[in-house]
């Protein structure tokens, strides 16, 4: 498939699903082959259609109920020729734009029936809206779960997924104008929308739209009128583990009532202590570009520590807080999160064994140089608490540790 074709089967599977009558593809030629992939259901038809004249459409388009024009650029325009041409006919055929109407819809998870945006239930004017930044395995799928579990706080899920950046760089949808119809059309039933922004993502709009200043502008000046939560971890030394088990085993995230069996023993560290010392420099550097970011758009984000807002002691200070900061009456009880903490006796091996390997380098005066150094020191700061809470979890480093940590996996 063309890498520059702006859409997945994930973003377009729910048209493939919901599809129960004829429907018409209006296609540049450019994209016949890459949506027949995808749109597999038999009831679709393809046209390739390059700006002929109206008047030629007319046979193309009669006896359909649904048609779907797909282009990268212009398909407002083109909707609205087609429309007129269908109003001209006395045709109640319903016109839809791929990326406007169809993509919008799943990519935002709205449910439902495809509609024409216009028709879509709006949020009330006014209502509450804000946004959760975080880096990854952070806790963000944690604490935007307790949130959204309250029906209060708007359902801050993680809508911007890899698979939809070439929709923004390789048409003219801008990630601009899907933020906008994301707040407009996913809300609670009190009106509070919310959505959740993983950090590498939306930097990679951001360096992107380095070509394009006025949207980074626009950005800036949209966010800023807005309350901003931004998620850290403290122990980067856990965060880098957490996101190579996670990368390694395609296993994100652990519903409470749900076992995942490891196999982590059969996986290999490529790089030994190494990639974990690069994914904790990685995400440093995106939590100070998204800090910049912040300081250029003169937004002052409220930040939560995941070594608290997981702390069953802490934590209920914190979502009322976060509630009060959000001007809504929160309950007197936390809501119970869906997800579990996901380490387990090997993922706390590795840690251990990370820290002995430090240990060593320390007593060889080959103390690691900055900015993992650093990095490494607050971390440690952040076990400590760690292992002071959880004392009754602790199980002792073995005393025979002559086997390279990192061949555990």
């Not at 729910?14 to 082959?33: E, F, I, R």
């Not at 806790?139 to 579990?149: A, E, R």
């Not at 490891?262 to 570009?289: A, C, H």
Request: net charge neutral.
């Amino acid at each position: 498939m063309d890498p520059n074709f702006p859409l997945t089967e994930r973003s377009l599977k729910k048209l493939n699903s919901d599809t129960a009558h004829p429907a018409l593809l209006l296609c540049q030629s450019s994209w016949v082959g890459p949506l027949s992939k995808i749109l597999t259901n038999p009831l679709f038809s393809f046209k390739e259609w390059e700006g002929q004249r109206t008047g030629t459409i007319l046979s193309e388009i009669s006896g359909f109920k649904t048609i779907i024009v797909a282009f990268s650029s212009g398909e407002d325009l083109i909707a609205a020729v087609v429309r007129e041409r269908l109003k001209m006919e006395n045709s109640d055929a319903v016109v839809l734009r791929l990326l406007r109407d169809v993509f919008m819809k799943a990519s935002l998870s709205l449910g439902g029936q495809m509609a024409p945006q216009e028709n879509w239930k709006t949020c009330p004017p006014g209502s509450p809206t804000y946004f959760v930044f975080a880096t990854p395995r952070s806790g963000s799928t944690f604490f935007c779960d307790i949130l959204g579990k309250t029906k209060l706080l708007g359902h801050p899920r993680e809508h911007l997924l890899a698979d939809l950046l070439p929709a923004f760089f390789n048409t003219d949808l801008t990630f601009n104008e899907w933020i906008r119809t994301l707040v407009k059309y996913s809300f609670t039933p009190n009106g509070y929308s919310s959505t959740k922004l993983i950090s590498h993502l939306f930097l990679e709009v951001l360096e992107y739209y380095n070509k394009k200043p006025a949207l980074v502008e626009d950005l800036m000046h949209y966010f800023k009128a807005y309350p901003v939560i931004y998620l850290i971890r403290r122990n980067k030394v856990r965060q880098a583990i957490s996101l190579i088990i996670a990368k390694k085993t395609a296993v994100w995230h652990i519903k409470n009532e749900k076992q995942v069996t490891s196999s982590q023993v059969n996986l290999n560290l490529d790089d030994g202590p190494d990639e974990i010392e690069n994914k904790m420099v990685w995400f440093k550097e995106q939590e100070k570009q998204l800090e910049d970011f912040f300081r250029k758009a003169g937004i002052v984000p409220h930040v939560y520590f995941y070594e608290d807002f997981s702390d069953e002691l802490k934590s209920p200070a914190i979502y009322k807080e976060i509630a009060q900061y959000l001007n809504v009456s929160f309950p007197d009880e936390i809501p119970e999160p869906n997800y579990s903490v996901m380490s387990d006796e090997h993922n706390e091996a590795l840690v251990r064994n990370y820290y002995e390997y430090l240990d060593k380098k320390i007593r060889d005066s080959d103390y690691p140089r900055e900015p993992v150094a650093s990095l490494i020191m607050s971390s440690m700061m952040a076990e400590m608490e760690y292992l002071t809470r959880k004392s009754n979890l602790i199980i002792s480093p073995s005393k025979s540790s002559n086997k390279k940590w990192w061949k555990l996996f």
